[in-house]
């Protein structure tokens, strides 16, 4: 009898384990539900391919939908493709005024110079939930299979690849995924190591790629007068956490350092929609002695500036984010994370969520935090509205770099026009040494690392290292970033752990590039398909036209024929606009109007209370705001009611598009 039942037990378990052998295929296979992995999912479909899309993680959408609303891009009109799309959508979305559940649109709009740009239609910063839900929208309206919470088995077994050739990936839940091409859409570049691509982790040399800024920056390094030890002045008591005791080697040599993770947090101070942030289960004070080291050797410390970011949200939320050397960054903690076990990236995610909640709970907290910045850090929290389904934490770990593929073309600093301050003072950008001629996109954002790790000098003096900041003007990125070399894969396209080096990819890991590369691999291997050939095989012009077509951006010049068109047509308008405020007693006289970047605020006053004064009668400032609100002359009151008084200064294009509305909508009002 027990033969029998253990011999019934193992059947009963081999069943299920036979039953979750399943099969799934598709013309194109993305892996990694990114921005980058919905873009081509997009993309893909759009051309009648059948698509599978496998999201590794339990949350959709990344760091797009995981807390970074305040989305970078750097110059407006590189943005194209379908992550233009996507914040046009977003535009779209806040023009509903029910949206708006604790501001209006125009008491947001002024409230940062980044949140939109109203001659595109788009609007980059919005609220966690909002882009969740438009990438939902488009994976819903393509038609795609959306595989959820299925990781790809990382072993042996897990990817079947012959001849150089992709047949199928593994699941750890066994089903098996067959596809003619795949994409890696992933932060952490799983399939591509997978399939045994070649890729780095850290940072390069200097000398491999003929770079300035790569390696270990001991030369561009930033020391304080804080002890780093654990008992303040006391080197036998060892150093405080993530603290090295030496300098990690020569300026510029390679090693398997890279730049610090975090969190970006959606906070408020809206008693209603504000959750306290707690203290975590493994809190460390130690984490934060330097910090707290650091508001001691000040003389003064003002509350709400100096530690985390604020930038805000639509409905009274921010994007919290790093800010400065002892901020929200895990300085050091990071290290592991692109090659870890998936049991260890979930240590390692426990350790960064602990950090940075412990962060918020220590300055809201602590004692010896000076009192007012307490009750400052105090009266935010986590907005209830956000994250409902992860207890309103952020659900994307911000991986700001991991593995990066060494594919065709690594993309480096030699392919930048880098800007540089001249004698007088002013920066100018001189054209790149190695210019990309095969452009899917067009980048733009400065060279951009965070602080990379801390050590303690010869001095005794902390030390950390690995920043920099270097603008750039627009560059083309390359078709062959996006390819791994063709003896290693002929079928697999990479389009977040792309092929570059620390310092190129330190500007290319913005959300909107992840797209725009999203959209191009899937392109690519449209094309392919269409074409019965291979990626690497592919026609450069052919892939550049499927692009031009779904509005990629692909010349890195500004197209100032246009533009410049474009402002002559409105420096006219303008004049006429002034010209017939004029003729009506509004303004006294129109050259006092031209030229001008900004207004006196008395000045500015009396022309709104003219121009209010042709709809209705008003006899107070704030009468003529009123009505000019309601007239939708004018968005945010609040603005005007701070600068246009004596002694406050009006901005230049803020005043003239109250008077285009004005003329616009009043026009038939005025008295002839």
């Known amino acids: 009898m027990n033969k029998i039942h253990h011999l019934l037990l193992a059947l009963c378990v081999l069943v299920p384990a036979f039953a979750a ?75 509903d005024p029910t949206k708006w559940t604790r501001e209006t649109r125009a008491e947001y709009l002024p409230k940062h110079g980044l949140i939109y740009r109203e001659d595109m239609k788009c609007q980059w910063f919005f609220e966690p939930h909002v882009a969740r839900m438009i990438f939902e929208k488009w994976l819903a309206d393509s038609g795609a299979k959306i595989l959820r919470d299925e990781r790809l088995n990382r072993g042996k077994g897990g990817v079947i690849k012959e001849d150089g050739v992709i047949r199928s990936i593994t699941m750890e839940s066994g089903l098996v995924i067959r596809g003619r091409y795949f994409i890696d859409a992933t932060y952490e570049g799983d399939l591509m190591a997978a399939a045994g691509v070649a890729y780095t982790v850290g940072r390069e040399a200097n000398a491999t790629h003929n770079e300035t800024m790569n390696g270990v920056q001991i030369d561009e390094t930033g020391s304080a007068k804080i002890s780093p030890y654990l008992v303040e002045g006391d080197p036998k008591s060892g150093l405080l956490p993530r603290i090295e005791p030496k300098p990690y080697g020569q300026h510029g040599a390679a090693d398997h350092r890279f730049q610090a993770y975090n969190f970006r947090l959606c906070l408020t101070t809206v008693p209603e929609n504000r959750v306290p942030i707690t203290k975590p289960a493994n809190y460390n004070p130690l984490n934060y002695e330097l910090m707290l080291r650091d508001m001691q050797r000040k003389k003064s410390v003002t509350p709400g500036k100096g530690y985390f970011t604020r930038v805000p949200m639509p409905n009274l939320k921010t994007d919290s984010n790093n800010a400065g050397t002892f901020s929200t960054d895990y300085i050091a903690g990071s290290y592991g994370w692109p090659e870890a076990s998936y049991a260890e990236r979930e240590r390692i995610l426990a350790e960064h969520r602990g950090y940075v909640q412990g962060f918020f709970w220590f300055l809201g907290n602590d004692p010896r935090v000076p009192e007012d910045f307490r009750q400052d850090v105090a009266r935010w929290g986590l907005a209830k509205d956000e994250f409902t389904d992860n207890d309103h934490w952020p659900t994307q770990l911000y991986v700001r770099e991991a593995r990066r593929m060494i594919g065709v073309h690594v993309m480096n600093e030699n392919n930048f026009p880098l800007k540089t301050k001249g004698a007088d003072g002013k920066m100018t950008a001189a054209p790149a040494r190695d210019p990309i001629q095969d452009i899917i996109a067009v980048g733009s954002y400065a060279l951009d690392s965070h602080k990379v790790g801390m050590f303690m000098n010869d001095q005794g003096e902390l030390v950390w290292e690995g920043h920099f900041f270097r603008g750039v003007k627009p560059y083309g990125i390359s078709y062959r970033s996006l390819l791994p070399q063709p003896n ?67 010349d890195p010049n500004e197209p100032k024929p246009e533009i410049a068109k474009s402002k002559a047509i409105a420096a006219d308008q303008y004049k006429l606009d002034l010209q017939l405020l004029a003729e009506r007693k509004i303004i006294t006289n129109a050259d006092d109007w031209i030229g001008k970047t900004s207004f006196d605020g008395a000045i500015v006053a009396e022309m709104l209370h003219n121009l209010a004064r042709h709809f209705e009668p008003a006899t107070t400032a704030a009468d003529s705001l009123q009505v000019l609100s309601k ?42």
């Open 631 to 672: 007239r939708k002359i004018l968005r945010s009151p609040t603005y005007w009611k701070e600068k246009a008084i004596a002694g406050g200064k009006c901005g230049g294009d803020n005043v003239r598009t109250v008077m285009r509305n004005f003329v616009q909508a009043a026009k038939m009002l005025l008295p002839r």
């Open 21 to 95: 052998a399943e099969e799934a295929s598709a013309d194109i296979v993305i892996y990694g539900g990114t921005s980058s992995g919905i873009a081509a999912v997009r993309e893909a479909a759009s051309q009648g391919h059948s698509v599978i899309l496998v999201v590794p993680e339990k949350f959709l959408g990344g760091m797009m939908t995981g807390g970074l609303g305040a989305s970078d891009k750097g110059v407006y009109w590189t943005v194209g493709g379908l992550a233009r799309s996507f914040f046009e959508d977003v535009y779209k979305h806040y023009e």
């Open 488 to 554: 290693q894969c002929q079928n697999l396209l990479v389009s977040v752990c792309v092929s570059a080096t620390h310092v190129a990819y330190s500007s290319m890991r913005m959300e909107s590039i992840y797209m725009e590369m999203g959209q191009a691999a899937a392109a690519a291997a449209s094309l392919s398909l269409q074409n019965k050939t291979t990626p690497h095989a592919l026609a450069y012009p052919m892939l550049a036209e499927r692009l031009k077509a779904g509005r990629a951006i692909l």
